[in-house]
């Protein structure tokens, strides 16, 4: 069974950072390419970053460059996003998705939320 769990997400001040986690199960994850989502209210999921199957190259929209950072670790099944300089913009659920040849996996999102 694919499981995608994501986690680290919650509430934090403008100017804050977070480090988000997604664990995956169930599929061959380094063979996976990886990225994070997001979606705000009343707003499409959009892209945020992404990383290859060995971690070896990373992309972002620009208005993350700088402030987030994503990257894995194969041996624990697990890819993370840190984000630093937080703003309430950046609120949404951020979720992780795996991609291979035509398969995507999604998991069920982690809320996080920028407010004083």
């Known amino acids: 069974q694919v499981r995608l769990v994501e986690s680290g997400g919650g509430l934090v001040q403008p100017g804050g950072s977070l480090r988000l986690s997604c664990a995956a199960s169930g599929f061959a994850f380094s063979r996976y390419a990886m990225a994070w989502y997001r979606q705000a209210p009343g707003k499409e999921r959009e892209l945020v970053a992404g990383i290859t199957s060995a971690g070896a190259s990373t992309s972002y929209v620009d208005s993350m460059k700088g402030r987030f950072t994503v990257s894995r670790d194969n041996a624990k099944n697990t890819v993370y996003l840190q984000m630093n300089s937080l703003t309430p913009e950046d609120t949404a659920v951020y979720y992780c998705?795996?991609?291979?040849?035509?398969?995507?996996?999604w998991g069920q999102g982690t809320q996080v939320t920028v407010s004083s």
């Open positions: 998705n795996a991609a291979r040849f035509g398969r995507d996996y």
